[in-house]
């Protein structure tokens, strides 16, 4: 079946502007996380969703971030007033099991 | 000092070759242990995970977790070029419902398996 797809796979964007990240997950994987990747950096997490639980946003580096899941499926990443430091790989990954299983490919965010 | 270190390489090996991609540890709560494959423009996908010490195969990989040592070892037997791509380690300590942001990972090492 069809993996984790996010969209879009590119995105330029003005300092101050806000951006939307879009994932979505694997069907019926009951869990679906975020993680930022810089270059020559590791991923870094930012929020982890679990069914209908409270996300887990001890990753998130500062409240312009914020991320909804909607229905227990798709998943939207906001950036407000985006800054030339959050310029990075922004992964999303899903599965069903406690381990991070299937990423998708991500969206490059380039922040001018 | 970082928690997991990882040699970025690049590393390039002749097809055929047997590699070894390493990870030091500073955490001694860590006890799973992770290994992901990254090709160029893609996500990490998830290639071996292991518990606490010892060994696991599977086909031409081996992890090998010394935890006396923090150290972790991602080993390719018989390379092939379709091996090149970015590994990266990752560790945790006890998985729990709320255990994504336990998950450290290592900065990832660059592997070119030449033909």
């Known amino acids: 079946g069809a993996g984790v797809s996010q969209s879009p796979s590119n995105k330029v964007t003005e300092k101050g502007k806000d951006v939307e990240l879009r994932c979505d997950p694997i069907?019926?994987?009951?869990?679906l996380y975020w993680y930022r990747q810089s270059l020559g950096q590791g991923l870094e997490f930012l929020i982890y969703f679990q069914g209908n639980s409270a996300p887990d946003k001890s990753g998130l580096p500062s409240d312009r971030f914020s991320a909804e899941r909607t229905g227990g499926s798709v998943s939207t990443l906001t950036i407000q007033r985006t800054q030339q430091e959050d310029s990075a790989v922004y992964l999303c990954?899903?599965?069903?099991?406690?381990?991070?299983?299937?990423f998708g490919p991500g969206t490059r965010l380039t922040v001018l | 000092q970082k928690e997991v270190e990882q040699d970025p390489g690049p590393l390039s090996v002749p097809e055929g070759a047997i590699v070894s991609l390493n990870c030091t540890y500073s955490n001694s709560a860590f006890q799973y242990f992770m290994w992901y494959r990254q090709y160029s423009r893609k996500g990490p996908e998830l290639l071996m995970y292991t518990y606490s010490s010892g060994n696991k195969e599977d086909g031409r990989f081996t992890a090998q977790v010394d935890k006396s040592s923090k150290y972790i070892s991602l080993f390719i037997r018989d390379s092939q070029p379709s091996d090149s791509a970015t590994y990266l380690c990752?560790?945790?300590?006890?998985?729990?419902?709320?255990?994504?942001?336990?998950?450290?990972f290592g900065s990832g090492t660059q592997l070119t398996v030449l033909p």
């Open positions: 990752a560790m945790s300590g006890l998985i729990s419902s709320g255990s994504a942001r336990q998950l450290t």
């Open positions: 069907s019926g994987h009951t869990a």
């Open positions: 990954a899903s599965s069903l099991g406690r381990l991070v299983e299937y």
